[in-house]
């Protein structure tokens, strides 16, 4: 009985023990900038301070050998503050930190992410005789002794006050973490890493190439107007966008150029906002008035990574999810002209639909936008990478945006060149694009087409709550002129057109009850309604502004003139437009009203016919069941 109690009592105290260890050391490794992962620390004091307006919490923490009295929680932790959880001789495991240099030479321990191990009720005392770390993070040497309580001790140590101390103690070398500060090669300046960028400091400099750099944006709102450039930045710690505004967007746009390395400091730090950055960090920088942004020489540039693809072969995008972010390369079959386009939030922009094609015999279509679109030269097929296109289902399998860099120097690039002109431009590639759908271009994927018959016999539009989308081949043989005009309120609302139909007053002035107010004019829109037929059945259908103006080969305000001064011209209008083919891009919604379910089809994209596509479409399948193509016909044109 005894032995049994003695051995209870061991494993207790074992236990306790256990429970109670601390990661010996590691305060004087992390402010070295070792990579530690998590550890264990004691809490041996707090202090409140006010720093511009915002509370923030100093801790002063132990790892049993050493203390740091320069250690800040993070302000989402507040709350453990707040509910007494760091209270003290309290252990906690800290699972993230950064650790940053400050002015004097100082370095700050920030605890951004812990959790509490064994409150300090259950400890009840100090563990082990730590001795404070030095402000510049330097342990102390072995003869020092410290029995610090108060964070605020040994903070602001003055170089008298160690003038007569031996020097800290050498350590072996260790390896540098990604996360610690360090002195640039040239230029004096000391270098954060991406990583370590937080609201929680005020002084610091990155050293990070450019990987992409958007175009210059405008906005007009009530409040004012201006405008602004993105750009995203990376080091080998990590990545963050960074966004210039008004004149700094001015003097910094045509400077910085994407691929090149930049000394940037002078930046405000604040939450990265998802719903325009994808980047792999909480936060994102502003440029404030005083930012400096300094290029660095190629000799010195070599050290920050160079930009890494992780390309996606083009017949695997089909299994990519909608909106997902891609790397790919391709060779460029074809380009078309950069056309204006007006959104329906009334911004113009300038686009390019390109389609690439690569080894596994697949092509999809890449959309290019503003400079970038005005700027591409498809001439001689080139080779394009693409970092960061956007996955979208519309079309079938389309591709948006990203950074593109033509014929790029390195192995894909000149294997996927070798291809081509080894006879890759002669393959049958699958297009994972209805390219009918494209508005503006030549051509169309006639192997997508459905008949009108097949539409409905499909009950396409009634699948999804969002609309489905399908191509036809059809015949314009009659417009609804009545009502294919209406007059629209042309104010500008937050940077888009209000578009709103106005009501006329009698008196020469229109209200417009979405903006409520009076205007003096109005503008023109088109929403044509048409009956679109072919051989197997007819569909009424809808068509908006931009389509509307290609079907009828003229602009809304000249239709709207002809329709007030000269019906007889306004009628014919609408004549020469109909009973002309053309490959339609539909979206079909079902719509319920009265209890009766109707499903609406808009025209979202109009393209020419293609005749010698849809001859080596046709071809294709009388072969495919087993016909012969007749003599008269030349075969070799088409296919």
């Given at each position: 009985?005894?032995?049994?109690?003695?051995?209870?009592?061991?494993?207790q105290e074992t236990t306790v023990k256990n429970t109670m260890s601390l990661t010996e050391g590691v305060l004087a490794r992390?402010?070295?900038?070792?990579?530690?992962?998590?550890?264990?620390?004691?809490?041996?004091?707090?202090?409140?301070?006010?720093?511009?307006?915002?509370?923030?919490?100093?801790?002063?923490?132990?790892?049993?050998?050493?203390?740091?009295?320069?250690?800040?929680?993070?302000?989402?932790?507040?709350?453990?503050?707040?509910?007494?959880?760091?209270?003290?001789?309290?252990?906690?495991?800290?699972?993230?930190?950064?650790?940053?240099?400050?002015?004097?030479?100082?370095?700050?321990?920030?605890?951004?992410?812990?959790?509490?191990?064994?409150?300090?009720?259950?400890?009840?005392?100090?563990?082990?005789?730590?001795?404070?770390?030095?402000?510049?993070?330097?342990?102390?040497?072995?003869?020092?002794?410290?029995?610090?309580?108060?964070?605020?001790?040994?903070?602001?140590?003055?170089?008298?006050?160690?003038?007569?101390?031996?020097?800290?103690?050498?350590?072996?070398?260790?390896?540098?973490?990604?996360?610690?500060?360090?002195?640039?090669?040239?230029?004096?300046?000391?270098?954060?890493?991406?990583?370590?960028?937080?609201?929680?400091?005020?002084?610091?400099?990155?050293?990070?190439?450019?990987?992409?750099?958007?175009?210059?944006?405008?906005?007009?709102?009530?409040?004012?107007?201006?405008?602004?450039?993105?750009?995203?930045?990376?080091?080998?710690?990590?990545?963050?966008?960074?966004?210039?505004?008004?004149?700094?967007?001015?003097?910094?746009?045509?400077?910085?150029?994407?691929?090149?390395?930049?000394?940037?400091?002078?930046?405000?730090?604040?939450?990265?906002?998802?719903?325009?950055?994808?980047?792999?960090?909480?936060?994102?920088?502003?440029?404030?008035?005083?930012?400096?942004?300094?290029?660095?020489?190629?000799?010195?540039?070599?050290?920050?990574?160079?930009?890494?693809?992780?390309?996606?072969?083009?017949?695997?995008?089909?299994?990519?999810?909608?909106?997902?972010?891609?790397?790919?390369?391709?060779?460029?079959?074809?380009?078309?002209?950069?056309?204006?386009?007006?959104?329906?939030?009334?911004?113009?922009?300038?686009?390019?639909?390109?389609?690439?094609?690569?080894?596994?015999?697949?092509?999809?279509?890449?959309?290019?936008?503003?400079?970038?679109?005005?700027?591409?030269?498809?001439?001689?097929?080139?080779?394009?990478?693409?970092?960061?296109?956007?996955?979208?289902?519309?079309?079938?399998?389309?591709?948006?945006?990203?950074?593109?860099?033509?014929?790029?120097?390195?192995?894909?690039?000149?294997?996927?060149?070798?291809?081509?002109?080894?006879?890759?431009?002669?393959?049958?590639?699958?297009?994972?694009?209805?390219?009918?759908?494209?508005?503006?271009?030549?051509?169309?994927?006639?192997?997508?087409?459905?008949?009108?018959?097949?539409?409905?016999?499909?009950?396409?539009?009634?699948?999804?709550?969002?609309?489905?989308?399908?191509?036809?081949?059809?015949?314009?043989?009659?417009?609804?002129?009545?009502?294919?005009?209406?007059?629209?309120?042309?104010?500008?609302?937050?940077?888009?057109?209000?578009?709103?139909?106005?009501?006329?007053?009698?008196?020469?002035?229109?209200?417009?009850?979405?903006?409520?107010?009076?205007?003096?004019?109005?503008?023109?829109?088109?929403?044509?309604?048409?009956?679109?037929?072919?051989?197997?059945?007819?569909?009424?259908?809808?068509?908006?502004?931009?389509?509307?103006?290609?079907?009828?080969?003229?602009?809304?305000?000249?239709?709207?003139?002809?329709?007030?001064?000269?019906?007889?011209?306004?009628?014919?209008?609408?004549?020469?437009?109909?009973?002309?083919?053309?490959?339609?891009?539909?979206?079909?919604?079902?719509?319920?009203?009265?209890?009766?379910?109707?499903?609406?089809?808009?025209?979202?994209?109009?393209?020419?016919?293609?005749?010698?596509?849809?001859?080596?479409?046709?071809?294709?399948?009388?072969?495919?069941?087993?016909?012969?193509?007749?003599?008269?016909?030349?075969?070799?044109?088409?296919?």
């Amino acid at each position: 009985t005894t032995k049994l109690i003695l051995l209870d009592s061991l494993l207790q105290e074992t236990t306790v023990k256990n429970t109670m260890s601390l990661t010996e050391g590691v305060l004087a490794r992390v402010m070295k900038g070792e990579d530690v992962g998590e550890f264990n620390v004691q809490v041996l004091g707090t202090k409140v301070i006010q720093s511009a307006g915002q509370e923030r919490h100093r801790l002063l923490i132990s790892d049993g050998q050493h203390s740091n009295s320069l250690s800040m929680l993070a302000t989402q932790l507040n709350h453990m503050m707040h509910n007494k959880s760091l209270e003290n001789f309290t252990i906690v495991k800290v699972k993230k930190h950064v650790c940053n240099q400050v002015a004097g030479g100082k370095k700050v321990l920030i605890l951004m992410e812990m959790e509490v191990v064994k409150p300090g009720s259950e400890v009840g005392r100090k563990i082990g005789s730590p001795v404070q770390i030095l402000s510049d993070g330097s342990a102390p040497p072995p003869s020092a002794g410290n029995q610090n309580k108060d964070p605020n001790v040994g903070a602001m140590k003055r170089p008298s006050d160690t003038s007569n101390s031996a020097p800290p103690t050498k350590v072996p070398a260790t390896t540098r973490s990604v996360l610690s500060s360090v002195p640039a090669s040239t230029g004096g300046h000391v270098i954060s890493p991406i990583a370590s960028i937080s609201p929680y400091q005020n002084k610091w400099t990155i050293k990070a190439r450019v990987t992409s750099k958007s175009d210059i944006r405008t906005w007009n709102k009530a409040s004012g107007s201006g405008k602004l450039f993105s750009m995203d930045l990376m080091d080998e710690s990590g990545e963050i966008r960074a966004t210039a505004f008004k004149e700094q967007c001015d003097q910094y746009y045509d400077m910085i150029q994407v691929g090149k390395v930049y000394y940037i400091s002078r930046c405000s730090v604040k939450a990265a906002n998802k719903a325009y950055s994808k980047l792999n960090n909480d936060y994102e920088l502003t440029f404030k008035d005083n930012v400096l942004v300094e290029p660095v020489t190629e000799d010195d540039a070599s050290e920050v990574p160079t930009l890494s693809y992780n390309f996606a072969n083009i017949s695997d995008l089909s299994a990519a999810g909608k909106d997902a972010m891609v790397d790919v390369i391709g060779v460029c079959k074809s380009s078309q002209e950069p056309v204006n386009i007006t959104t329906r939030a009334g911004k113009e922009l300038t686009k390019r639909e390109i389609v690439l094609c690569d080894q596994t015999n697949a092509e999809v279509t890449l959309t290019l936008w503003g400079s970038t679109a005005e700027r591409f030269q498809g001439d001689d097929n080139p080779v394009v990478a693409v970092k960061g296109a956007r996955v979208s289902e519309y079309n079938g399998v389309t591709l948006s945006g990203g950074d593109v860099l033509l014929n790029p120097d390195f192995d894909h690039g000149h294997k996927l060149k070798a291809w081509w002109e080894d006879g890759g431009k002669n393959a049958d590639f699958n297009s994972l694009t209805v390219q009918g759908q494209r508005s503006g271009g030549s051509g169309a994927d006639t192997a997508s087409l459905k008949t009108v018959a097949e539409v409905k016999l499909e009950n396409i539009g009634y699948n999804s709550d969002r609309g489905e989308y399908y191509t036809c081949l059809g015949t314009i043989s009659y417009f609804a002129k009545d009502k294919a005009l209406y007059k629209a309120c042309p104010n500008q609302v937050e940077g888009r057109e209000c578009n709103k139909k106005v009501q006329d007053n009698g008196d020469g002035s229109y209200r417009c009850e979405k903006c409520s107010m009076n205007l003096n004019n109005f503008k023109w829109r088109l929403m044509l309604s048409l009956n679109v037929g072919d051989y197997t059945d007819g569909i009424w259908a809808t068509c908006f502004q931009e389509h509307a103006e290609k079907l009828l080969g003229m602009s809304s305000e000249e239709v709207g003139n002809l329709q007030e001064r000269d019906e007889e011209r306004f009628n014919a209008v609408f004549g020469e437009a109909s009973f002309k083919s053309y490959v339609f891009r539909m979206r079909a919604k079902a719509d319920t009203y009265n209890d009766e379910t109707r499903v609406k089809h808009t025209i979202v994209g109009i393209d020419n016919l293609d005749y010698m596509a849809l001859n080596r479409q046709y071809i294709k399948e009388i072969e495919a069941m087993g016909g012969v193509v007749p003599d008269k016909v030349n075969r070799d044109l088409y296919v």
